[in-house]
RNA sequence: GGAGAGGUGGCCGAGCGGUCGAAGGCAGCGGUCUUGAAAACCGCCAGGCGCGAAAGCGUCUCGAGGGUUCGAAUCCCUCCCUCUCCGCCA
C-alpha cells in the first residue's frame, strides 16, 4: 500500500509506475477519496471536541430542568457524532479499496516494458561443453530413480513428486548450504508456519482469493497453504516497532512452498520447474528506508555467492516494469544455465530478490524508531531467494552430470550429503 | 474435546460510571552525588492520526465488536485470545 499522503504529492510518479506495469488503476479518484477522508476525519475530530467540552460541563450538579436540557444537548452531539463517523468510515473504505489497486513506486533504474525485457546486467560462468549428449532432468531423475512424477501424480495430482535416494540428501544439502552461509552472515535461522492467515497473506500484497490466486486455501478456515516463506516473515513484523539500533534485521527462513499454479499450464513446466510444492531457504530483510537499496544489491550478492559455490553457471536480470509484482519497487532475477532445457539449453530462473521498500510494511503496520525520535517511520522490508531446492536441483543435476550417466554432487555439497556422486543403477 | 481463571502502558499491577490515557512498582532514559561504579535522591518515560517550523494543541485507543448512558477501562451482550487442570496425541 502507498503512502496517501504522498500520493498526491507524487502523483505523476505513479500515474507513471501504473502505466509502466501495464496496469490500469485510477490514481486521480485514489488521492480524491484521501481528501475527502482528510476533510471527514478532521470534522469528526471536531465534533468530538465538541462533545468532550460537553460531557465535562455536566460533571457538576446541575438543576433538573438544566439536567434535561443538557442531556438534550448531549443526544444531539452523539447523533452528529454518529453520523459523521459512519461517513468516515464509507470514506476510508472507498480510500482503502482504491489504493489497494495501486503498484509501488519503481525505482529509476527499472528497464521499460514486460517479461522479455529484462535488462541482463552479468553472466557468471561458462555453459559446460558436453563431449557427450546431456540429459534433461527429467532423464537423469528416472534413470538414477531420484524423481518419481507419476507417484505423485497418483497421489497429490499432477506436479507433485516424490524425491528418492540421493535427490533427497540432494534437497537437505542444499537446505543446509544456505543456511549456513546465512548464517555466517549475521541472519537469523528460523522455520516458519506453512500456513498464514488470508489476511497475512494479504497484507504482504499476494491475492489469496480469486480465480487467478496461487495461493491454496484451506477449506473452512481463513488459513492458506504459503506461497513463499516471505509470507509468515512479513507477518512476523506485523504491528511491531522497531528499535532502529536492531536494524537491519536479517532472517533466513526455511519453509514448504505451494502454488497452484493457476493458468500456468501452458508454460514451460517440464519437470521440477514448474511445480506444486518445493522447499525454499528465503532471505528476508528489514531496513531503514536509507538502506534498503544497498540492501538489495546485498541480498542479490549472496544469491550469487552461493550459485558460485554451486558451480553453476548463471546471469543475472533487472525485470523490468511490466513483470514486477505490485509490491515490488525493484527486482533482481537469477537464472541458472539449465542444460536440458529448451533445445540445447537455456537459463531458468532460479532466485529473485525485491525490494519492497514501505509497501508491505505499510499494510502490516510494520514500523522503526530513530533514535531520540517522538514519531515511528515504516520499515522497507526485502526478500530474496537463497535457494528453492526444486530449479537448484535441476540445474545441479543437468550441470553436474557424467558421461557414464551418473552425477557429480558439487564439493561444497559433500559435507551435508555425506557423498560425493551418485552412480548409475 | 470437558472444567475453571483471566485479558489494562516494555513488564508486573491498581482502578466508587464523570476530576482516568490510567495509581504504584520494576525496567529504561536524563540529572545530583561519586576517582569510577553501585546505592540513595530528583525528573522524564504508551501509541496512532490531524494541525503546527517548533513548543504545543486537538482527537482516538484499557483484547475485538456492539449496547446502555448527557458521560464507560468501570455496567450489559457477542466474539477472540491466553493460562491452569482433565482427556486424547507426534
Redesign the pocket.
Known sequence: MLDP?TLAERRDEVAASVRRRGMTADVDSAVAAYQEA?RL??A???V??L??????S??RKLAPAE?EA??????R??DDVVRLEAELAAAEDRLHATLRLLPNLLHPDVPDGGEDDARELRRWGEPRRFDFPPLDHVELGRRLDLLDFEAGTRVAGPKFYFLKHEAVLLDLALQRLALELLRGEGFELVTTPDLAKAEIVDSLGYNPRGPETQIYSIADSDLCLIGTAEIPLGGLFAGE?LEEAVLPVKLAGLSHCFRTEAGSYGRESKGLYRVHQFSKVEMFVATRPEDSDAMHEQLLALEERYFQALELPYRVLDIAAGDLGAPAYRKFDLEAWMPGRGDGGSYGEVTSASNCTDYQARRLDA?F?RAGA???EHLHLLNGTAVATSRALIAVLENHQRADGGIAVPEVLVPFTGIDRIDPR
Open positions: 499522503r482528510a476525519r478532521t469528526v475530530g471536531e468530538n471536541r462533545r468532550n467540552e460537553h460531557q465535562k455536566g460533571s439536567r443538557h442531556a438534550d444537548e448531549g443526544r452531539l452523539k516497532t514500523r524508531r517522538k514519531r515511528s
